[in-house]
């Protein structure tokens, strides 16, 4: 898989641009601001459909312009493809494959497997847990579609069930029945979520191991676990123990991901 060309019309730093590649190491070289890592942040686009830096799509259109358009051609097997992005402000985000464009955006994801390293990669050790789950599931979803389906299944679940609780507050009432419709398909979802990234770690904790000891030498050992509240309970038996808190909370609910 080779990127081979990429154009880019208005997105953040750049008027316009055009740009080809070879077929092996492709490096940029530039002074600060120049915009060097907008350019891999094009190429994030390519693949996920997003920024790796903001997910507010309209924030990414140069100053005071009305829309920005990227483009790449992709060698995969000898075919060249054509993926197309174009956002205009006040409207809905364009993604086409080969002119194409597509019902929805999950259906790209995994098309052009990509890994984005950055400064930012140190979040992962000295941020929250919100981040390293963040870091799997864009893993996981670009070669497992059922995973990205669940993911993308149990977040919807998740702002019906924070609406509802919203709703809860507002009104001061709690109907424990409407919520329990909510919570039984977020366990359906999330319980095959836990079990999927249980799953990847186990292949996953080796590879890192080996890896670390040939970068410290065999000088230090490290070890990787999977720690989350529904490890050695039932989802349900989790959502249950927070349904007092739902009760009470003075405000929505905000988890975002099966912890």
């Known amino acids: 898989m080779i990127l081979e060309k990429l154009s ?7 008027d316009e641009a055009q740009l080809e590649f070879c ?23 390519v ?25 790449a051609w992709i060698n995969k097997n000898g075919d060249t493809h054509e993926i ?18 597509y019902e929805r955006l999950s259906e790209h994801i995994g098309l052009y497997p990509l890994v ?10 000295w941020d929250g847990s919100e981040v390293r789950r963040k870091f799997m599931d864009s893993i996981i979803s670009q070669y497992d579609k059922v995973y990205l389906e669940k ?55 080796p590879l890192f ?6 970068i410290s030498g065999s000088n230090e050992n490290v070890s990787l676990e999977y720690e989350s509240s529904i490890k050695d309970l039932s989802y349900k038996t989790v959502l249950t ?5 739902d009760r009470a909370c003075s405000s929505y609910n905000r988890r975002s991901t099966p912890r």
């Open 116 to 125: 984005m390293i950055s400064p930012s990669d140190i979040e992962l050790i």
């Open 8 to 14: 880019l019309i208005n997105f953040k730093n750049y």
């Open 241 to 245: 123990a927070s349904l007092a808190r």
């Open 151 to 205: 993911l993308i299944a149990y977040n919807h679940v998740l702002q019906q069930r924070n609406a509802l609780l919203k709703q809860f507050y507002e009104s001061r009432t709690f109907d424990n029945m409407s919520l329990e419709i909510w919570d039984d398909q977020l366990i359906i979802h999330g319980e095959e979520i836990i079990k999927i990234r249980t799953h990847f770690l186990q292949e996953f904790i």
């Open 47 to 71: 693949s996920f459909c997003k920024s790796f830096f903001n997910a507010i799509d309209s924030q990414n259109i140069k100053h005071d312009l009305p829309f920005f358009v990227i483009q």
């Open 23 to 45: 077929s092996k190491f492709n490096c940029f070289v530039g002074n600060n601001g120049m915009g060097k890592t907008n350019l891999l942040d094009a190429i994030h686009y």
């Open 209 to 214: 191991t080996k890896n670390y000891q040939f």
């Open 84 to 101: 197309y992005c174009g956002v205009k402000r006040g409207a809905k985000k364009q993604f086409k494959h080969n002119k194409k464009e």
